[in-house]
């Protein structure tokens, strides 16, 4: 009998083993899909990943994109100034990722720039003495001058990539809800075969706690590794407010990563004392009998 009992228990071990690994696979898939959604896919993990550094690197890199065109020109550097705020930098981003999220074309209003530095152009021309009046060769130098440098505004606000991370996300806001009902259906299933696996509810509860620890010590190794080694820090992005949104981007998913796994971890935990208390229910009720 006794002969009997073992290699079917030990056939049970294995399984029980086996369907712990792929709840280990499908949890931390879970996990990952969440942190997608909430890390990258949505506009509003985009814009957080925006703060005054990011716009301070797009103010400068418009100012010296602007000079770089100024310069040739004849026209004084000094029409630049005080034309571009950080204040509508970060309004016209924002208006421009909400926009391409939701699928929508969108150009920002530039109005109260362009005709800021139109004015501050007629003045340095007036200032040379140089007739400014409509119609005149100075105004439509004047009038091409901020065409040019109103482009160079418009391009810097949009973020490299905007476009293939909307199409990307549209895609992936259908997919998620379904993915995720069927990953967590797929879990449940992975849960009931273990716990049919076994008389008593602790013993197949310890798998479910090593699915648990299994997929939080995947979850926080990895971004723990990568945020240690840094590597990103030496991507070779430009401009360099782009690379400070890339490196913005990547942080924020690791962070959300290693929240997910030390969540995994207290569940972990939390279905290791339940087990331990039942087997003591268990342990007590054989003394008792």
């Known amino acids: 009998m006794n002969k009997d009992v073992k290699p079917k228990s030990r056939a049970r071990t294995v ?3 086996v369907f712990s690994f792929f709840l280990a696979l499908d949890t931390m898939a879970i996990a990952l899909l969440v942190v997608l959604n909430m890390g990258l896919f949505s506009e509003r993990s985009l814009i957080s990943a925006l703060d005054e550094t990011y716009y301070t690197y797009v103010k400068d890199y418009i100012e010296t994109q602007a000079e770089y065109y100024t310069l040739p020109t004849g026209i004084k550097a000094s029409v630049l100034d005080e034309v571009f705020t950080l204040e509508d930098i970060q309004i016209n981003t924002n208006r421009i990722i ?3 999220i939701n699928g929508n074309s969108f150009t920002p209003d530039v109005s109260k720039e362009r005709e800021k530095l139109l004015a501050n152009v007629k003045a340095s021309f007036a200032t040379d003495g140089v007739e400014t009046a409509e ?15 109103m482009k160079i505004y418009t391009d810097a606000l949009k973020i490299p990539g905007i476009d293939a991370i909307s199409n990307v996300q549209n895609v ?15 879990a449940v299933a992975f849960v009931l075969i273990i716990v049919r696996l076994h008389h008593y509810l602790h013993r197949s509860l310890r ?3 090593y699915a648990c620890g299994g997929a939080s010590l995947m979850l ?14 030496g991507l ?13 981007m990547i942080e924020r ?10 969540v995994m971890a207290a569940a972990s935990v939390v279905v290791a004392l339940i087990c331990g208390a039942l087997r003591q229910d268990v342990s007590s009720g054989h003394r008792r009998s």
């Open 135 to 149: 119609g005149t060769e100075a105004d439509a130098v004047a009038d091409s001058y901020v065409d040019e440098i």
């Open 207 to 209: 798998y479910v706690a």
């Open 236 to 248: 070779h992005l430009e401009p360099q407010y782009f690379y400070y949104f890339v490196v913005s």
């Open 172 to 186: 992936f806001s259908k997919a998620f809800p379904i993915a995720l009902v069927a990953l967590i259906l797929l």
């Open 15 to 17: 399984v029980s083993y």
């Open 220 to 233: 926080l190794v990895v971004p723990a590794i990568i945020q240690v080694s840094g590597f990103y820090y």
């Open 98 to 100: 909400t926009n391409s």
């Open 253 to 262: 998913i690791l962070r959300l990563t290693l929240i997910a796994g030390a």
